[in-house]
């Protein structure tokens, strides 16, 4: 597992100076979501599969940016499923982005996953890793992620992040949103999945929820590349993951670009989001 890790970190170097000095643009691709491909997308996919081809224990790599999974190495232990940069559409007005990582044994189900990272790519780089019930964060510093602390979440948190048109949330989800802000909380949302619910993470808690809605019933955030490894890092870290009723990481996974609801939090606001969609 230290050289997985290890070759994330070199892959998130690599990343973050393709970020910082190459041409952005559209290419003529879309990936497996219909999503138009950035070249950067492209770009940081190539990087992070050429790392890890460089690991004998990656069995399968399958990403967000490809139609089907890719065979590394016969005798690999491990299978990564990742999304290379996430919310990829925030470069152009410059807010932060992300990449993603689930490292599974066995096949790509959640109840199979062995451990999770995130990067964020902000005003600094931070990497988040979860493994053998620890959530550590770390820093890049001088080409070196120094080790920062580990992350536990509160019972009870300040921050509100809804994802997906409000136009077609179903009433009973606005009822609870509206509720939370009622009580005091307060909106935090960019459309960057990885800094919103890195905030939520390192403030303490609070709820990001991507529900089903009228246009988009299973959701839009995927449950290979970013669905799972979060709900990973979540439960390790003390919080709570589920998709309205059922925890993520129980559900099964027909192709590797389904999607799922999903819900992040710490216990309170988790408990009110039960509440809710068990009377639904
Ligand atoms: P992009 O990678 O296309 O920018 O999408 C980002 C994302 O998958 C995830 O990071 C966000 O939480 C979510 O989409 C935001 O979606 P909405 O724009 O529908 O809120």
């Known amino acids: 597992m230290e050289n997985i890790l290890k070759s994330i970190e070199l892959s998130a170097m690599r990343i973050k100076d393709a970020i910082d000095v190459k041409d952005f643009g559209y290419s003529n691709e879309q990936n497996s979501s219909g999503e138009s491909q950035l070249q950067l997308d492209i770009q940081c996919d190539m990087i992070i599969e050429e790392e890890f081809s460089k690991i004998d224990s990656i069995h399968t790599i399958a990403s967000e940016e490809k139609e089907k999974e890719m065979l590394l190495h016969e005798d690999g232990k491990y299978l990564i499923a990742f999304d290379p940069l996430d919310g990829s559409s925030l470069i152009d007005v410059n807010l932060s982005v992300g990449s993603i990582f689930g490292i599974y044994e066995n096949s790509f189900e959640g109840s199979n996953l062995v451990a999770s990272c995130y990067v964020v790519y902000g005003p600094r780089v931070e990497l988040v890793f979860a493994y053998e019930g620890k959530v550590k964060l770390y820093l890049l510093q001088n080409n070196y992620f120094e080790f920062v602390k580990e992350i536990r979440l509160g019972e009870k948190g300040k921050l509100n992040a809804p994802g997906g048109t409000q136009q077609n949330w179903m009433p009973y989800h606005k009822e609870m949103v509206d509720g939370l802000f009622q009580e005091g909380y307060r909106l935090r949302y960019s459309g960057g999945m990885v800094p919103d619910l890195h905030q939520i993470l390192l403030k303490g808690g609070g709820l990001f929820s991507y529900p089903a809605t009228s246009d988009k019933p299973d959701g839009k955030l995927r449950k290979l590349f970013e669905v799972f490894p979060f709900a990973h ?23 590797i670009h389904d999607t799922s609801p999903c819900f992040f939090g710490s216990k309170y606001e988790i408990d009110r989001v039960k509440d809710v969609y068990s009377k639904a």
Not at 243 to 251: A, C, I, R, Y
């Open 233 to 255: 890092v979540y439960t390790m870290a003390g919080g709570y993951a589920i998709d309205g009723k059922e925890e993520l990481l129980s559900l099964d996974t027909k192709h």
